[in-house]
């Protein structure tokens, strides 16, 4: 158990929907990355935010966007949902931002879009 | 841009060493690592190295890091059927205080008894 959270572990809905993955870092992290892990792609690099602000982006669409709260929990949201953006979503935390630190992964949220 | 590859599948017996490769392009990734999924599951951290460190060794687990060919390995010996899992191999990418990964697709190692 890495100690990073994260919910709901399976999520069904249809095209043109839109859902919220919710992920609570490791105590005392600060740093929250979320991936996308899909068959075609691999694990792409998403976004980054740092004690709520954010730090990094990666391949995210503009349709999906992602916020870090004063609680340092992170929501990433998926909007106008297509059949390609089922996928693994994985958030990940470390205790800062820089290279130096490990991150440690949380069990996903495996999304699929029907 | 920066680029980790890694080769898609290895099968081992039970109890011999195993020995994941991995290749990377950004010659200022400064830290590497590797990744265990079991599938389901998430990624787990299992080591990481540093550019100033030719080798690791963490119990069965042993990283090689051939800084001038870009070359990374992961060797696990006595390997057991647990052992069976996709191993990524995943480098930071460069720029100040950025910090997330480049992964590799995945090595898929069977551990046949």
């Known amino acids: 158990d890495s100690g990073v959270t994260q919910t709901p572990k399976h999520l069904i809905t249809a095209t043109g929907q839109r859902v919220t993955l919710r992920c609570s870092p490791r105590s005392g992290d600060l740093s929250v990355y979320w991936y996308q892990q899909s068959l075609d792609q691999g694990l792409q690099f998403l976004i980054q935010y740092y004690n709520g602000e954010e730090r990094a982006k990666g391949n995210i669409l503009e349709r999906f966007s992602a916020q870090q709260f004063p609680d340092l929990h992170s929501e990433l949201n998926l909007s106008s949902l297509e059949l390609g953006d089922s996928a693994l979503y994985f958030c990940a935390s470390s205790v800062g931002s820089g290279r130096s630190y490990e991150q440690y992964f949380g069990p996903g949220t495996r999304l699929t879009v029907t | 841009g920066e680029d980790v590859e890694q080769s898609l599948f290895l099968s081992v017996r039970e109890g011999d060493s195993s020995v994941i490769n991995c290749t990377y392009t950004d010659s200022s990734s400064t830290y590497l690592y590797w990744y265990k999924q079991e599938p389901g599951a998430g990624l787990q951290l299992l080591t990481y190295?540093?550019?100033?460190?030719d080798m690791k060794q963490d119990q069965r687990l042993t990283v090689l890091l051939n800084k001038k060919d870009k070359h990374l390995s992961l060797r696990i010996a006595d390997t057991q059927t647990g052992d069976s899992a996709i191993y990524f191999c995943a480098e930071r990418s460069y720029g100040g205080s950025q910090g997330n990964l480049i992964f590799g697709k995945g090595t898929k190692l069977s551990v046949k008894p």
């Open positions: 190295i540093f550019s100033n460190m």
